[in-house]
């Protein structure tokens, strides 16, 4: 079995929360726009307590990071990588919702 260097694991997961962060950032991005689209107050209010939920997980990255800069071993790296399959299909959801709603 291959040993992998704390440093070398730390560099890994630093390159995964860079693209979470990346995936995240984007989406929030896409959110604010549709949101200033839409005029359902429903969507409206679900695309809030999504990008809410979006800037947690950003707080979460970037405590993470800091951690791993830090050389510490961070707890909720596996947390955040598990979450971000599920945010994408929700996000694909809530889009394909406001594209029926514009249609």
Avoid: C, G, H, T
Avoid at 8 to 15: G, T, V
Avoid at 27 to 33: A, S
Avoid at 34 to 60: A, V
């Amino acid at each position: 079995m291959q040993n992998i260097n704390p440093s070398q694991k730390n560099k890994e997961w630093l390159r995964k929360l860079d693209f979470l962060r990346e995936e995240y950032q984007y989406f929030i991005d896409k959110l604010n726009y549709l949101s200033s689209q839409s005029l359902d107050d429903r969507l409206n209010k679900i695309i809030f307590q999504f990008r809410s939920r979006l800037n947690f997980n950003l707080e979460k990255i970037n405590k993470i990071k800091m951690d791993l800069n830090n050389q510490n071993s961070p707890d909720q790296v596996s947390e955040v990588l598990i979450d971000y399959p599920v945010f994408k299909k929700e996000f694909k959801s809530l889009l394909d919702a406001l594209q029926a709603q514009a249609a």
